[in-house]
């Protein structure tokens, strides 16, 4: 109905609902081929249309608007230390379990005799990622969480055998109940205390030994954390002081006698965004947990499910990038001011092309990142795992706010309602540079990449130096960088320019060769040459802006 009584509803754009999310992103659709992916385009189809559905947002508008709440005791005084979501949280998280987001990077060890990973499986992965963060944020960290676990978990094979069943189901079993009654089995993660998030070796939880103690043995944990994610995950792989140092355990809920293990959930953080995920402080008093690996080598133990969710923030950031930009092309295709489109405003279209220029850039060099996850035997892909996996998580999470805000203001004042999506966007975007990694922590490890293994940046500048081509502007930029990167001299204090240059000298590279000259043309003149930029929407005057927003979203 759209009449009122004193006016018509005019001029406002349809809903952006009802869309197919893998369909109409051709930056995706052509990622998920050219990496490996293109087996799952049919069932990514199908996938799209679930997440891309006006159900699917408004269980994403309810998850948000009714947050989750502690239950620390019951009405008779008892503990409890349970989070109570909404229904709309867990129907979000059937669907993304239902469709594997949380383990089909890991497939292969489901099935019997050990067969090799499914080819392209960490790409399609992503892009399902990638779609499910669009309908919904905040369910996509125990998902990410879990399926980052596993090959942490694999360090110990008995740990291994008793919770990768549960992990590799496809059933979301929300029940609090012991591994053993679960259909399937959700694993978080707990490093972050009070005194220290990135230093974890300033963690003072404290681990003894139950009885002999070793690999796999029973400890005690007595401390705390002051960041524990998604609490009512099955297990938490934590960190903790153990004799000889800080060590990585699986801390279960339940313990194998079927009693609830003593992690006391102190409160909930009142987050600025991720409001339909819980983020805990916890106390452990003696809580039960077993050792993965050696004691005292905790971070390398833990460091292999750091990565995998470092991936996992750049396609999180990016498809968040992706569906803010949509909103705004499609309000600016229907919005009518001074007796024009928006969309064909010239200054309007500046904006929204630039927008969609650095959308394509980060889908690009988040789903390479992903593919070198699926090529961990081939050199070359694992030196761009281990070097770029720091800039594109940089990169990307970084640019992605600014991204959001100027999208948000496409929408006019009803960009800034919480009735639309993009606010909310624009509040879960910071999330992703700051956890696993924050910007600074991402230049480091790239520098400690440098300084440790000047081979692996070898082999990645040898293949961005071949992918240039004949390009000079790109040539000219990787000068640049080169000559950066063998002047050790500041190089600390250099860290962000550095980072930042190899991700847009990948971007573009990959732009050059596989996005249509009207892309890559532009996203080079703007970001790899050019005037210094602060916002969004100039030094396009020559750009063929109607045709990079025509491939951002097809009219
Ligand atoms: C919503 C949310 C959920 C979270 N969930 C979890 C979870 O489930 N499990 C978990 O373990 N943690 C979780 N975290 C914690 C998160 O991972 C940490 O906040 C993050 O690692 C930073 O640690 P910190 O807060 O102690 O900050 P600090 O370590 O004090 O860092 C503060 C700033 O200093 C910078 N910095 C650090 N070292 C250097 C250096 N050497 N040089 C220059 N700059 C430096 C950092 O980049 C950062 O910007 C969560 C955080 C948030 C916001």
Known sequence: MNELATHEVLNQSPPFEDVNLFTSDRALTEAVNREGGGSAVRRLTAFGEVCGSAAAFERGRLANENPPRLKAFDSKGHRLDVVEYHPAYHECMAVSVAEGLHCSAWDHLAEAGGKAPQPGANVMRSAGCYMAIQMEAGHQCPITMTNAAVPTLRLQPELAAAWLPKVLARVYDRSFAPLSAKRGATVGMGMTEKQGGTDVRANTTRALPAAGGGPGGEYLLTGHK??????????????????????????????????????????????LGNRSNASSEVEFRSAHAWLIGEEGRGVPAIIEMVTGTRLDCAVASAGLMRLVLANAIHHCRHRTVFQRKLIDQPLMSQVLADLALDVEAATALAFRLSRTFDRASDPHAAAWRRLMTPVTKYWVCKM????????????????????????????????????????????????????????????????????????????????????????????????????????TLAAGTILRAHAPAAVADAFIATRLTGAPRQTYGHGLDTADTRAIVERALPA
């Open 226 to 271: 002051w960041f524990m994610s998604a609490p009512m995950c099955d297990a938490f792989l934590v960190l903790a002081q153990a004799p000889k140092g800080l060590s990585c355990f699986l801390m279960p809920r339940f313990l194998p006698d079927g009693s609830v293990n003593a992690l006391h959930l102190q409160r909930l953080k009142d987050k």
């Open 400 to 503: 992605a706010p600014a991204l959001a805000y100027e999208a948000m203001e496409c929408l006019g004042g009803n960009g800034y309602i919480e009735e639309g999506i993009a606010a909310r966007v624009y509040r879960e975007l910071p999330v992703n540079a700051i956890w696993e990694g924050s910007g600074n922590v991402m230049a480091l490890d790239l520098l400690r990449v440098l300084q440790r293994e000047p081979e692996t940046a070898a082999l990645v500048m040898d293949d961005l130096a071949a992918t240039a081509g004949g390009d000079p502007h790109l040539k000219a930029h990787l000068a640049r960088v080169q000559k950066l990167l063998h002047e050790p001299r500041l190089l600390e204090q250099r860290g962000r320019a550095l980072t930042e240059s190899l991700a």
